[in-house]
């Protein structure tokens, strides 16, 4: 059973930053990468960020390049998400992923997390 702990949401203003967190356990992760994903109210859940499990390269959805930046520490299996000049529009529950090679638009995630909040206001 894998388990994903997530950490680090809350309200902040524009402009502001946060650190998530994931915390993964429960098996092995050879083979394995983490990212994010979130979902604002009324949308699809969408690509965040990801790494590639092969040659540790990241991914990330436009909206957010430049803004955000994920991190892993691979003693700790986990994953951060650090997020700079926020904006009201990246409101959303956020939430910690793991798939098979990597993490990226397009690509199958095999576990999530149970999501973390982040409110942004303007």
């Known amino acids: 059973q894998v388990q994903l702990v997530e950490s680090g949401g809350g309200l902040v203003q524009a402009g502001d930053s946060l650190r998530l967190s994931c915390a993964a356990s429960g098996r092995t992760f050879s083979n394995y990468a983490m990212g994010w994903f979130r979902q604002a109210p009324g949308k699809d859940r969408e690509f965040v960020a990801g790494f590639n499990w092969s040659d540790s390269s990241t991914t990330y959805a436009d909206s957010v390049k430049g803004r955000f930046t994920i991190s892993r520490d691979n003693a700790k299996n986990t994953v951060y998400l650090q997020m700079n000049s926020l904006k009201a529009e990246d409101t959303a529950v956020y939430y910690c992923?793991?798939?098979?090679?990597?993490?990226?638009?397009?690509?199958?995630?095999?576990?999530w997390g149970q999501g973390t909040q982040v409110t942004v206001s303007s």
């Open positions: 992923a793991v798939g098979r090679w990597r993490v990226a638009p397009g690509n199958r995630v095999d576990y």
